[in-house]
């Protein structure tokens, strides 16, 4: 966008948060209910806030001054009264329409004046108060928009709320980058971790042999190894050398993000071995009959640095 370009942008948003502006207060809208005991009694326990004077004297907490007229999670609670002339809505939409579609909140700043007693009607209204920008952050260039809630009894103002949000242009997403190589001999892999309770098994994958750890006490096999026993709680440790066959006990299908040494999509199961524990590991030529129960055994592979047991289909 060239400078002309950027000017007079600039001076069409300008022009038509001026208009918004000069539209002065909304109307009010009104809460759906009014001040009531389970309400603030709800407010008090999500922010354990245990002050006994709130139930004592009949008044709510001044914070919970935006739930009285909170529209609801789905968006408008049937009830509700809503304003047709939101300042905030109206400066947001302008906002979008030039490309600056992204938001977050900046400032907010509080006044009370009283305190709001049980069985009162509240309603609130808002003003649009400042625009500044555009603005360089680091967020991206941005405007600055403050609008002011002002929340009533009757005619009675209560209390007022400044609220600022920075609407800023969101960057140009980067490009994804580009699928890594499969990884077959001599491949990059992300290397496992070896620590002394996994180095027998990592031992045992060089030698091409799928070791489980067993307990030399009570005989349980476990998977994945640790330091000591789940079932009797020993630290005797040993393994067997399992006969790499199982069946699939549940698989994902992986296509995002990227991982070094994978050309995606490609299967990762979990792998019920005969000897009774499970094994992780990816499903190579995985065919469209794969599912749940489908018998499985044991390939190596290579990738140079490390050697990984993995998974085929037993033809039937």
Not at 80 to 97: E, F, Q
Not at 127 to 146: H, I, M, N, Q, S
Not at 152 to 177: H, I, S, T, Y
Not at 270 to 280: F, N, P
Request: net charge negative; with cysteine.
């Amino acid at each position: 966008m060239s400078v002309d370009e950027a000017t007079t942008a600039q001076a069409r948003i300008l022009e038509a948060m001026q208009a918004v502006r000069d539209r002065g207060e909304s109307a009010r809208r009104a809460g759906r209910d009014p001040v009531n005991l389970p309400t603030i009694r709800t407010w008090q326990e999500a922010l354990e806030d245990d002050d006994p004077r709130y139930e004592r004297d009949g008044t709510a907490p001044p914070a919970m001054i935006q739930v009285w007229t909170m529209a609801g999670l789905p968006g408008q609670r049937p009830g509700v009264t809503r304003s047709t002339d939101d300042p905030l809505g109206a400066a947001m939409s302008i906002m979008d329409r030039a490309g600056f579609t992204s938001v977050v909140a900046t400032n907010c700043t509080q006044t009370y004046h009283r305190y709001l007693r049980v069985g009162e009607e509240v309603s609130v209204s808002t003003t649009l108060e400042d625009v500044v920008g555009p603005k360089r952050t680091a967020l991206g260039e941005g405007w600055f928009v403050t609008v002011k809630n002002t929340w009533f009894v009757g005619d009675e103002p209560v209390a007022e709320m400044l609220f600022r949000v920075l609407k800023f242009r969101p960057p140009e997403p980067e490009p994804e980058p580009a699928p890594a190589p499969a990884a077959e001999s001599g491949g990059s892999v992300i290397p496992p971790v070896i620590s002394r309770d996994t180095a027998f098994f990592w031992e045992g994958t060089a030698a091409r042999e799928l070791r489980i750890q067993r307990c030399e006490d009570c005989g349980a096999l476990r998977h994945p190894p640790g330091p000591l026993c789940t079932a009797c709680g020993s630290a005797s440790r040993g393994y067997v050398v399992a006969a790499g066959t199982g069946a699939v006990h549940s698989y994902v299908v992986h296509h995002h993000p990227p991982v070094p040494g994978r050309t995606p999509p490609y299967v990762v199961a979990l792998v019920d071995l005969a000897e009774g524990v499970r094994i992780l590991g990816e499903v190579v030529d995985a065919g469209p009959d794969l599912g749940v129960g489908t018998a499985v055994e044991l390939v190596w592979h290579d990738t140079g640095d490390v050697v990984l047991p993995a998974w085929k289909q037993v033809v039937t």
